[in-house]
């Protein structure tokens, strides 16, 4: 009884493949008899009067007996024998359908050559409107591909449904009624053909490519439906049927591919099922993707990679997303990358020629690389981008996430050193790992939570650390040494290599000691230990690049940057906060010495983070709070030991080409040098008072100076040029803000005229000095060394300068007439008599400065200052002013204003002679 159903459910399932297949041919019978007819009474009347018409092949004799279709053969008949007669009906044929329809180009070349390159796309908006048109003129062929191929997977779940069968003869069913499928395609294909031209066109790849699909899908129901073999069975009969698709493929035409390839991703999707282990979904699509590139490789149809790749990894994610499994997915991932590499090529070890996908991007007019260079870039892009992006459960799968990504690394390094091609596609999962390891750190992955935790203040005591920063370090170490491996073999790119090699496992440690904390978990010394084996690795490297190199430094000038990188962070981790300066500022020396002895230009970068570093140490970590508060000593052999680094560095640079590292010394020194001064003054002035009240007016402004100086800093950087300029430019507004607040509060608040606090300090050299002159002078003097700073910000800062210079020699006036306690009321005659002569004074020297400089601008400016004299002796003088004193301030004021009126005139007119 169920022998029989099964028979009448096929026989069902049969009727409507026969009605499409009826359907079809009958309208490619139709299209060829009308064609036909067309060609025939074409030719009647292009035959001339009189001329014997040419035999057609139905004007034949009678008595000559055509040869039955079964007679004919494939075998090309020679030039000079007489065409067959099918074969002149089928020329015929062809002829009336190329003056209907256009000519038809065959569907792939003989030779199985590649299609020539047009561009780095290979799915493109003209061929998605081809495949449109196709689809519209053979979409019955679609659609009769997918009712066989869900009757095969509709066989298996009917028979669930009613249970008419056991699981193994559901099982067996799908897979027989995929194998005859395949062989009636197989029939077809070799028996009328499967090209455009052919009257069944289409129908052996319709048949073959449901038959696969049924067959995966009978292998998916064995698994997931009904758990009836395990993994190993399972894939093996994934294997033997990719086989199987492989070879089908590389005879048959693009649509058994395409549809085989997308029935087979979805086939897993309308089984369903679950299994106890459905991570072998990941083989899987693998082996989907196999299957694909396989055919590619020898059809040469580069869409069919890009459609098997699309489906591997759509499939991967889709299963992560439903079942989990990251180790899984990461293995997946990985596997994918390195088939897209060998596979369609065809070479175990790969040979990829010709220009680089970097190349493209920075001269695409140069010409985009071959497709398979195109093809492995995108798969190892995609691939490294997944597993950076991995989400992961446990530390066991973010350690075979790092792994994978080492993984692919390596290979593209060693295993793929003689392809010119994929040289820069290395830098793809290097990068994704050290990228990695900073997410994870920063996040709190699995991982990095799970080291953290084992921290020597949480584990249990006896208890050794955890190994996992040594094997981090480990794996990018391996990086850095197979890019020096590398780099020896290379020719064109060995720096680039070498570059690579320096910094990786570099790189690598100085994120773990940011965001992994090792140190807490291993101990400082063990931790520095790590660091400084990495450092002496550095050093051979640097040692041997040098040997190999002659002339050429630039590998060892990397690889000697990476380890004085890694000793300074070495002596981090184990010295003090004053001997961790020293040491940064003695490996300072060392690399300008290195540039001086061994000519590297590279070592400029060193120095130029090594100022930065300095800087950093001097101002903020541990800073000027910690310098305030050390021994007197600690203090001076910091700041005196970077200070004289700088100096010595300079001084060994010099008639060197190194724009960059002199200017950061240059500005470094001074900066330096000014925030010594700055800390000594602090705290002379709170030994001389006894206390540090943070609002007084000389405070705040000491507060400001350090803000200063890292906005001139700053300013003097800007005259090199690139990226950094910018950033350079934001630092400074920054840090003007930041000085900004503070000035305004010792200027207007905590001014001593206004506050009622006192002047300490002798006169002139007093903390009136340290809170308006010092700041008004750092504001102007280093204007002279900026011609390169915009002239508004140079007026700027000259304006606010000039302006706290002469709030002092006010404020120092008062105090001479009033002693320490500038706020009481009132105004003495000779204080009022004392701003004039000083504002004349001034007018004076600016004048004076005028004419020697012939700056028509200070000119005017001193003009200005006399002008606003004139008003106050007028406004101010006349009414606070009495007896002989307002007489000699009015007759010095006459004198004064006729000499220096004639003055200027003078100089007006010289230097308007001069100009002619």
Same mark, same amino acid.
């Given at each position: 009884?169920?022998?029989?159903?099964?028979?009448?459910?096929?026989?069902?399932?049969?009727?409507?493949?026969?009605?499409?297949? #009826?359907?079809?041919?009958?309208?490619?019978?139709?299209?060829?008899?009308?064609?036909?007819?067309?060609?025939?009474?074409?030719?009647?009347?292009?035959?001339?009067?009189?001329?014997?018409?040419?035999?057609?092949?139905?004007?034949?004799?009678?008595?000559?007996?055509?040869?039955?279709?079964?007679?004919?053969?494939?075998?090309?008949?020679?030039?000079?024998?007489?065409?067959?007669?099918?074969?002149?009906?089928?020329?015929?044929?062809?002829?009336?359908?190329?003056?209907?329809?256009?000519?038809?180009?065959?569907?792939?070349?003989?030779?199985?050559?590649?299609?020539?390159?047009?561009?780095?796309?290979?799915?493109?908006?003209?061929?998605?409107?081809?495949?449109?048109?196709?689809?519209?003129?053979?979409?019955?062929?679609?659609?009769?591909?997918?009712?066989?191929?869900?009757?095969?997977?509709?066989?298996?779940?009917?028979?669930?449904?009613?249970?008419?069968?056991?699981?193994?003869?559901?099982?067996?069913?799908?897979?027989?009624?995929?194998?005859?499928?395949?062989?009636?395609?197989?029939?077809?294909?070799?028996?009328?053909?499967?090209?455009?031209?052919?009257?069944?066109?289409?129908?052996?790849?319709?048949?073959?490519?449901?038959?696969?699909?049924?067959?995966?899908?009978?292998?998916?129901?064995?698994?997931?439906?009904?758990?009836?073999?395990?993994?190993?069975?399972?894939?093996?009969?994934?294997?033997?049927?990719?086989?199987?698709?492989?070879?089908?493929?590389?005879?048959?035409?693009?649509?058994?591919?395409?549809?085989?390839?997308?029935?087979?991703?979805?086939?897993?999707?309308?089984?369903?099922?679950?299994?106890?282990?459905?991570?072998?979904?990941?083989?899987?699509?693998?082996?989907?993707?196999?299957?694909?590139?396989?055919?590619?490789?020898?059809?040469?149809?580069?869409?069919?990679?890009?459609?098997?790749?699309?489906?591997?990894?759509?499939?991967?994610?889709?299963?992560?997303?439903?079942? +989990?499994?990251?180790?899984?997915?990461?293995?997946?991932?990985?596997?994918?990358?390195?088939?897209?590499?060998?596979?369609?090529?065809?070479?175990?070890?790969?040979?990829?020629?010709?220009?680089?996908?970097?190349?493209?991007?920075?001269?695409?007019?140069?010409?985009?690389?071959?497709?398979?260079?195109?093809?492995?870039?995108?798969?190892?892009?995609?691939?490294?981008?997944?597993?950076?992006?991995?989400?992961?459960?446990?530390?066991?799968?973010?350690?075979?996430?790092?792994?994978?990504?080492?993984?692919?690394? #390596?290979?593209?390094?060693?295993?793929?050193? +003689?392809?010119?091609?994929?040289?820069?596609?290395?830098?793809?999962?290097?990068?994704?790992?050290?990228?990695?390891?900073?997410?994870?750190?920063?996040?709190?992955?699995?991982?990095?939570?799970?080291?953290?935790?084992?921290?020597?203040?949480?584990?249990?005591?006896?208890?050794?650390?955890?190994?996992?920063?040594?094997?981090?370090?480990?794996?990018?170490?391996?990086?850095?040494?197979?890019?020096?491996?590398?780099?020896?073999?290379?020719?064109?790119?060995?720096?680039?290599?070498?570059?690579?090699?320096?910094?990786?496992?570099?790189?690598?440690?100085?994120?773990?000691?940011?965001?992994?904390?090792?140190?807490?978990?291993?101990?400082?010394?063990?931790?520095?230990?790590?660091?400084?084996?990495?450092?002496?690795?550095?050093?051979?490297?640097?040692?041997?690049?040098?040997?190999?190199?002659?002339?050429?430094?630039?590998?060892?000038?990397?690889?000697?940057?990476?380890?004085?990188?890694?000793?300074?962070?070495?002596?981090?981790?184990?010295?003090?906060?004053?001997?961790?300066?020293?040491?940064?500022?003695?490996?300072?020396?060392?690399?300008?010495?290195?540039?001086?002895?061994?000519?590297?230009?590279?070592?400029?970068?060193?120095?130029?983070?090594?100022?930065?570093?300095?800087?950093?140490?001097?101002?903020?970590?541990?800073?000027?709070?910690?310098?305030?508060?050390?021994?007197?000593?600690?203090?001076?052999?910091?700041?005196? +030991?970077?200070?004289?680094?700088?100096?010595?560095?300079?001084?060994?640079?010099?008639?060197?080409?190194?724009?960059?590292?002199?200017?950061?010394?240059?500005?470094?020194?001074?900066?330096?040098?000014?925030?010594?001064?700055?800390?000594?003054?602090?705290?002379?002035?709170?030994?001389?008072?006894?206390?540090?009240?943070?609002?007084?007016?000389?405070?705040?402004?000491?507060?400001?100076?350090?803000?200063?100086?890292?906005?001139?800093?700053?300013?003097?950087?800007?005259?090199?040029? +690139?990226?950094?300029?910018?950033?350079?430019?934001?630092?400074?507004?920054?840090?003007?803000?930041?000085?900004?607040?503070?000035?305004?509060?010792?200027?207007?608040?905590?001014?001593?005229?206004?506050?009622?606090?006192?002047?300490?300090?002798?006169?002139?050299?007093?903390?009136?000095?340290?809170?308006?002159? #010092?700041?008004?002078?750092?504001?102007?003097?280093?204007?002279?060394?900026?011609?390169?700073?915009?002239?508004?910000?140079?007026?700027?800062?000259?304006?606010?300068?000039?302006?706290?210079?002469?709030?002092?020699?006010?404020?120092?006036?008062?105090?001479?007439?009033?002693?320490?306690?500038?706020?009481?009321?009132?105004?003495?005659?000779?204080?009022?008599?004392?701003?004039?002569?000083?504002?004349?004074?001034?007018?004076?020297?600016?004048?004076?400065?005028?004419?020697?400089?012939?700056?028509?601008?200070?000119?005017?400016?001193?003009?200005?200052?006399?002008?606003?004299?004139?008003?106050?002796?007028?406004?101010?003088?006349?009414?606070?002013?009495?007896?002989?004193?307002?007489?000699?301030?009015?007759?010095?004021?006459?004198?004064?204003?006729?000499?220096?009126?004639?003055?200027?005139?003078?100089?007006?007119?010289?230097?308007?002679?001069?100009?002619?």
């Amino acid at each position: 009884m169920e022998g029989l159903l099964v028979l009448i459910g096929l026989a069902v399932l049969a009727v409507p493949v026969a009605v499409v297949a #009826l359907i079809v041919g009958q309208v490619r019978l139709r299209a060829r008899m009308e064609a036909l007819e067309a060609q025939v009474a074409k030719l009647r009347k292009s035959a001339a009067p009189g001329e014997e018409r040419a035999a057609l092949p139905w004007d034949r004799p009678k008595a000559e007996e055509a040869p039955k279709p079964a007679e004919v053969t494939e075998v090309a008949a020679p030039e000079e024998a007489e065409m067959p007669a099918e074969a002149v009906v089928e020329e015929e044929l062809v002829a009336g359908l190329e003056q209907v329809s256009g000519p038809r180009e065959p569907e792939a070349p003989e030779e199985f050559a590649r299609p020539p390159e047009e561009g780095p796309i290979v799915v493109r908006s003209d061929r998605a409107l081809a495949f449109g048109r196709w689809l519209k003129e053979n979409w019955v062929f679609t659609v009769s591909a997918i009712s066989l191929a869900l009757a095969g997977i509709f066989l298996v779940q009917y028979g669930v449904e009613k249970g008419y069968l056991p699981p193994p003869a559901r099982v067996l069913l799908a897979l027989g009624f995929g194998a005859v499928l395949i062989i009636a395609g197989e029939v077809i294909r070799r028996r009328w053909g499967d090209t455009e031209q052919a009257a069944t066109a289409y129908l052996p790849s319709t048949f073959s490519g449901a038959g696969l699909v049924s067959m995966f899908a009978g292998i998916l129901a064995a698994r997931q439906l009904y758990d009836l073999i395990g993994a190993g069975p399972a894939l093996t009969g994934l294997g033997l049927i990719a086989a199987l698709a492989i070879v089908l493929g590389w005879f048959y035409g693009p649509f058994l591919a395409a549809f085989g390839l997308l029935g087979a991703a979805v086939s897993p999707f309308i089984v369903g099922g679950e299994a106890e282990t459905p991570y072998w979904m990941y083989i899987y699509y693998a082996v989907l993707a196999f299957i694909g590139l396989s055919v590619d490789a020898v059809r040469r149809w580069a869409w069919v990679s890009v459609l098997a790749l699309i489906l591997g990894f759509g499939g991967t994610w889709v299963t992560w997303t439903g079942i +989990g499994g990251g180790g899984w997915h990461a293995l997946t991932l990985t596997v994918l990358a390195l088939m897209a590499i060998a596979v369609p090529p065809l070479n175990l070890i790969p040979r990829h020629q010709g220009r680089m996908l970097s190349e493209a991007f920075f001269k695409p007019e140069d010409g985009w690389p071959e497709f398979p260079t195109r093809l492995a870039g995108g798969a190892v892009a995609v691939s490294s981008a997944a597993l950076l992006m991995q989400q992961t459960m446990t530390a066991e799968e973010s350690i075979l996430v790092f792994l994978c990504l080492a993984a692919l690394a #390596l290979a593209l390094t060693l295993w793929a050193d +003689g392809a010119r091609a994929l040289s820069d596609l290395a830098i793809l999962p290097a990068g994704a790992f050290l990228a990695r390891l900073w997410q994870e750190g920063m996040g709190r992955g699995p991982l990095s939570r799970d080291y953290v935790w084992q921290a020597i203040d949480l584990r249990p005591p006896e208890t050794s650390a955890p190994a996992t920063a040594s094997l981090l370090l480990a794996i990018a170490a391996l990086v850095s040494l197979a890019a020096a491996w590398r780099s020896f073999g290379e020719r064109e790119y060995r720096a680039h290599w070498g570059a690579g090699a320096a910094l990786v496992a570099p790189v690598a440690a100085v994120i773990l000691e940011l965001f992994w904390v090792p140190g807490a978990v291993m101990g400082d010394y063990p931790w520095a230990l790590h660091v400084i084996a990495l450092a002496a690795v550095m050093v051979v490297l640097a040692e041997r690049f040098a040997r190999a190199d002659g002339e050429d430094h630039r590998r060892a000038a990397y690889a000697t940057l990476s380890a004085l990188s890694l000793i300074a962070l070495a002596l981090f981790l184990v010295t003090t906060k004053g001997a961790l300066t020293l040491a940064l500022s003695a490996l300072l020396v060392v690399a300008a010495a290195l540039d001086r002895r061994f000519r590297l230009p590279e070592m400029g970068i060193f120095i130029q983070a090594g100022v930065v570093t300095l800087g950093w140490r001097l101002v903020v970590d541990p800073g000027i709070g910690w310098a305030l508060d050390a021994v007197l000593w600690e203090t001076w052999a910091s700041f005196g +030991g970077a200070i004289a680094a700088m100096a010595a560095a300079l001084w060994l640079l010099k008639g060197r080409v190194r724009t960059g590292a002199r200017v950061f010394l240059e500005s470094g020194l001074a900066g330096s040098a000014a925030l010594f001064a700055n800390v000594l003054i602090t705290r002379w002035i709170e030994n001389w008072t006894g206390l540090l009240d943070m609002f007084q007016h000389w405070a705040l402004s000491l507060q400001a100076m350090p803000w200063i100086v890292v906005m001139l800093v700053q300013l003097y950087r800007l005259q090199l040029d +690139g990226a950094m300029r910018i950033v350079r430019g934001i630092l400074a507004a920054v840090a003007a803000l930041l000085a900004l607040a503070p000035l305004t509060l010792a200027v207007l608040p905590a001014n001593p005229l206004l506050s009622g606090d006192y002047v300490d300090g002798p006169l002139v050299l007093d903390t009136l000095a340290v809170a308006y002159a #010092l700041p008004g002078l750092m504001l102007i003097l280093p204007l002279a060394q900026m011609p390169h700073v915009r002239r508004w910000i140079r007026r700027m800062l000259t304006g606010a300068g000039v302006g706290l210079l002469a709030l002092y020699g006010g404020l120092e006036i008062r105090r001479f007439w009033r002693g320490d306690l500038l706020s009481v009321q009132g105004t003495t005659q000779a204080e009022l008599y004392s701003y004039t002569l000083a504002m004349m004074a001034v007018g004076s020297a600016l004048l004076y400065q005028a004419i020697a400089r012939r700056s028509r601008g200070l000119r005017r400016l001193a003009m200005t200052v006399i002008a606003l004299t004139i008003g106050k002796v007028f406004l101010i003088d006349a009414s606070g002013l009495t007896g002989l004193t307002r007489v000699f301030s009015f007759l010095l004021l006459g004198l004064a204003l006729a000499g220096l009126a004639w003055l200027n005139r003078w100089a007006a007119g010289r230097q308007a002679k001069g100009e002619e």
